[in-house]
């Protein structure tokens, strides 16, 4: 043994102090070690596990999300469909109701027009009587000597006798 | 000068009326200028409920021609005057 360069003491002492080592490691430290690995083991594997569900959460609350959305989305276009609806037939009805007061404003005014246009006439053609009575008498007074006054009276004396 | 037969009989009638309620006449006519004699006498004929009646002669140039009869409140009009009113009131 020596000649292969061992010495026998010290390979006794590094094997007692090997098993010393493993003695006191698998009684002092591979235990609460294992123990440890184990309980991180344990510990990686909850983490997984709720990492899953998180995942599974999250899918899940993405899918509810998009059904949300899709609902969401079709309730805004029925409500925008049902405003345009309403939009629609307000603005329909306040068209008519502007159309129906407009013409009876315009008929409204026709009328008040034609009243003015009737009393305007009346108006003008009263006087032109007038006037043309004035011209008339003023014409009749220049025009008239004594003896055309006296041909008259004749006249209507004559007539008046006619009855008689 | 048309004088409707209506009118002239209603003047008479009245004049008529009058005259049997024994109310003297006293009538008043207006001409365009001052009648002769002859023609106040041609009025009594055309009117002989006028033989007796008191006749006030007033000038009325405004008339034109013609004459206005009144007795009261009642007018009898045959001026020229008169008839352009018809006419106008026809007209209006």
Known sequence: MEGLGIDIKLLIAQLVNFALFTFLFARFISKPLMGYIASQKKSEDDKAKLLAELEERDVKMDKQVREVLVKATKKAEEVISAAEGTATKKATSIIDDAQTKAAAILEKQEAQLETERAKLYADLKKHIITTSEALVEASLKDVLKDQQKKEVMQAVLAEVAKSN | ?92
């Open chain 2, 1 to 92: 000068m048309i004088i409707t037969a209506d009118l002239k009989k209603d003047i008479k009638k009245f004049l008529a009326k009058r005259i049997q309620e024994g109310v003297p006449l006293a009538v008043t006519v207006r001409t365009a200028y001052a009648l002769a004699d002859s023609e106040e006498k041609e009025l009594r004929k055309a009117f002989p409920e006028l033989k007796d009646a008191r006749i006030e002669e007033k000038v009325d140039e405004s008339i034109i021609a013609g004459f206005i009869l009144e007795e009261g409140s009642t007018l009898f009009d045959a001026s020229i005057k008169g008839r352009l009113k018809n006419i106008v009131s026809a007209l209006v």
